[in-house]
């Protein structure tokens, strides 16, 4: 088992792994030089320093925790290298690929439950995805599983987090999956609201109402890069 693995693709290969080369100082850079807002910058610095060694190696930093706004300004910052947030899909053909991810916690998108607005989970939040989402004549009977990389943040002084999570605009809405459509191991649901999606330590599918601007204790990014064209 591995913290990286190779997926087969038909046209190319891409590859999986757990973010291991980005410092904190680096991250924090780039939050300070897109954000003057205190809260803004409290609430994306949400990434803690851990030293880690790995085959015998000198320790390098590697970043742990970071909760939902911050891994989307990762996704967006530019500081992926061509890279990209991994999805569920993602994750699930990593594990069958021989992805070790024991022990980790990853946020790989938000659910959103429904179209109520009012006194929801993440209320900002959820009025802006359903306001984009209706708009774009999505039906959110069922909820929706919004994908990592299909979300950008605006800065919002009504959010108590500094932020509010907004769909981007080029993102292809039809691809967006039914909650339903999903087996969960852990689901704690109302009939609207935003709620974080991850896969637990244990392995576990969950989807749960966490506040999304706390960090995972155990969270790791994930990420998924193209490695060339299958022959």
Known sequence: MSKQAVILGRGSNELIQVLDSLTLETFKQSVFSCYNSYTVRETLLSFKPVQESLNGEKAREILVGGNIYALIHLQNSGLLEGARLATRAD???????????????????????????NGVANQTSAEMLVSQLKKR?????????????????????????????????????????????????????SNGGVYRASLGTY?????????????????????????????
């Open 203 to 231: 392995g576990g599918w969950n989807v749960h109402c966490y506040r999304i601007n706390a960090p995972a204790d155990e969270g790791r990014a994930v990420i998924v890069k193209s490695v060339g064209v299958r022959k």
């Open 91 to 117: 994750l699930e053909r990593g594990l069958e690929c021989g992805l070790d991810l024991r022990g980790i916690q990853v946020e790989f998108g938000v659910a959103l439950a429904g179209e109520e607005i």
């Open 137 to 189: 004549g999505v039906s959110l009977n069922r909820g929706k599983l919004i994908p990592l990389p299909a979300l950008t943040q605006k800065q919002d002084r009504y959010s108590s987090h500094g932020l509010t999570l907004s769909l981007k605009e080029d993102f292809p809405v039809d691809s967006l999956a039914n909650l339903g459509d999903f087996g969960w191991s852990c689901k704690t649901l």
